[in-house]
C-alpha cells in the first residue's frame, strides 16, 4: 500500500484485505467470544475480561476502560493535527484542493511525506 500509486487499486487492496475470510472467520469469533464467557461464568466471574485481569496490574474492566479514555482523550489532538497535514499533502501532491485523505490513502501518502 506505501507504493501504489493508483488510489482505486489501493482503495481496492483496502477493501480485499479487511475483508478477508469474513465468511468463515465472523461465525468462529462469536464462537469463540461465547464460549469464553461460558468459561468466565463456569469459575464465578461476571466476563472473561474480568477473568483474565485479575491477576494482571490492571485488575479490572473498568480500569481498562479507564486508560483507554485518558488515552484517546489525550491523542485524539495530535491525531487530527497528524491527519490534517497528510490531508494538506495529498492536496499539494493531487492538485486538488478539495482533495480528503481516505483510509487507502494513509500508508501511500505517510510513505511519501516521510521521505520528503
Not at 500500500?1 to 484485505?17: C, N, Y
Not at 484542493?97 to 505517510?110: F, I, L, R, T
Request: hydrophobic letters at 35%; glycine letters at 4%; zero cysteines.
Amino acid at each position: 500500500m506505501k507504493f501504489v500509486q493508483d488510489a482505486e487499486t489501493r482503495k481496492s487492496i483496502d477493501f480485499a484485505l479487511g475483508n478477508q475470510n469474513k465468511a468463515s472467520n465472523v461465525p468462529l469469533i462469536e464462537q469463540l467470544v461465547q464460549k469464553r464467557q461460558e468459561e468466565a461464568l463456569l469459575l464465578g466471574y461476571s466476563s472473561y475480561s474480568e477473568m483474565v485481569l485479575e491477576g494482571k496490574m490492571a485488575k479490572n474492566p473498568a480500569t481498562v476502560q479507564k486508560f483507554e479514555d485518558s488515552l484517546i482523550n489525550r491523542l485524539s489532538a495530535q491525531s487530527k493535527v497528524e491527519r490534517q497535514k497528510l490531508t494538506d499533502f495529498k492536496r499539494k501532491m493531487t492538485g486538488d484542493p478539495k482533495a480528503e485523505m481516505q483510509q487507502w490513502d494513509m500508508s501511500y501518502y505517510g510513505n511519501i511525506y516521510k521521505q520528503q
